[in-house]
Structures are given as structure tokens and as C-alpha cells.
């Protein structure tokens, strides 16, 4: 009971820092930050561990301890918004087998992060609308349709990046899946603008 306690009281208090930094997101006065990209996303994917294992969605991370310089509560705005968008096409979908893929790569002093679910792909004719604002493949209970707009402008205005994604096919385990692949690419050491 305690152990659950100060969890709860853990993503109590993570989400209150999101609540309070989510005012500064498109700040141009936010600092840049020296931070190690896999000490990031473990801290934070623990956090989310609970939602993601009651949904029965799995984690497979190759991810590259990089230092980094950049603004780091957006980049991890970025990311949680794409692996929330995953989790929530694998069980929209009921995929038997959900995973969700965590890779990061450095060439030519650029950092790679790319993120690859089974969750069979965003359909065609819906995948060059999906970073317009308000457009959604969800529920309107479910989604306003501006995660991926937001995060589109943060990587392209405050990372000097890209974002893309496309359908994938990828075998793992000797099993043959397709889903989505984003990938999302900024200099490893970004410059205040």
C-alpha cells in the first residue's frame, strides 16, 4: 500500500510539473538544458508503467545515453504525446501482441529518436492530415487533434529538426509486424534562438 502511495503521490507530483510548465510550452525564454536522453525517457516511461501494463502494452528501448543539449520538458512533451498515440492505436485496435519500439541513433552530430508500434499503421489516406490542427482519428472525448500539430511546431521551431513518420514493416522475434515509425531528428547541441 505504501509503495503504491508514493507512486500515486510520484505522478501527482509529475503531473503538476507538467501543469505548471505546459504555460511556458511555446516560451522562446525557456532555457536550454544539458540532459542524457536515456536517463530521460526512463525516468519518465516508469511513470507511465501502470496505464501502459493495465493495457497490457510492452516496452522494447535500444536508446543510446546521449548528452544532449536542448529543452528538455518539450522534448519530453514530444515523446509522450507519440508513445500515448501508440499505446492508444494498439488498443483501439485490439492488437493481440502491443508493442511499442524506442530507438535512438547520433550521425552526424544529430540525435535520432524513433519511436515504432505494431498497431498495423495509419491508414493512407488520413496520414498527411495527421499534424493539422484539430484533426483526429479519435473520439472527440478522446482527442482534440492538436498532439501532433504542437508537436510538429516544437521540434521544427525549438529543436531546428523534423519530424516524420510512415507505415513500417519489421519482423521481431521471428514474427513479421507492420505499424507506425516516427522519427524525430534535431542537433545534438541546439543553440538559443
Known amino acids: 500500500v505504501y509503495k503504491d502511495l508514493d507512486k500515486v503521490n510520484d505522478t501527482v507530483e509529475y503531473l503538476s510539473l507538467i501543469i505548471d510548465n505546459f504555460s511556458n510550452f511555446f516560451n522562446p525564454n525557456n532555457e536550454l538544458e544539458e540532459f542524457y536522453l536515456k536517463d530521460m525517457i526512463d525516468e519518465n516511461i516508469e511513470i507511465l508503467q501502470s496505464s501502459f501494463k493495465e493495457n497490457e502494452v510492452y516496452f522494447i528501448m535500444n536508446i543510446e545515453n546521449t548528452k544532449l543539449k536542448a529543452y528538455k520538458f518539450e522534448l519530453l512533451q514530444v515523446l509522450i504525446n507519440i508513445i500515448n498515440n501508440a499505446k492508444d492505436a494498439l488498443v483501439d485496435k485490439d492488437i493481440e501482441n502491443k508493442l511499442i519500439f524506442i530507438n ?11 519511436i515504432v508500434d505494431n498497431a498495423l499503421g495509419i491508414p493512407f489516406n488520413l496520414s498527411s ?13 478522446q482527442g482534440a487533434g492538436i498532439g501532433l500539430y504542437m508537436s510538429l511546431s516544437i521540434i521544427k521551431k525549438h529543436f531546428k529538426g523534423s519530424l516524420i513518420n510512415g507505415r513500417f514493416e519489421f519482423t521481431y522475434k521471428n514474427k513479421t509486424y507492420v505499424g507506425e515509425k516516427f522519427i524525430i531528428s534535431f542537433p545534438l547541441i541546439l543553440e538559443k534562438s
Not at 535512438?104 to 524513433?114: D, H, L, M, P
Not at 492530415?129 to 473520439?139: L, Q
Request: charged share 35%.
Open 104 to 114: 535512438s541513433y547520433v550521425k552526424e552530430n544529430n540525435i535520432y529518436i524513433e
Open 129 to 141: 492530415k495527421i499534424y493539422e490542427p484539430y484533426f483526429s482519428t479519435k473520439d472527440k472525448l
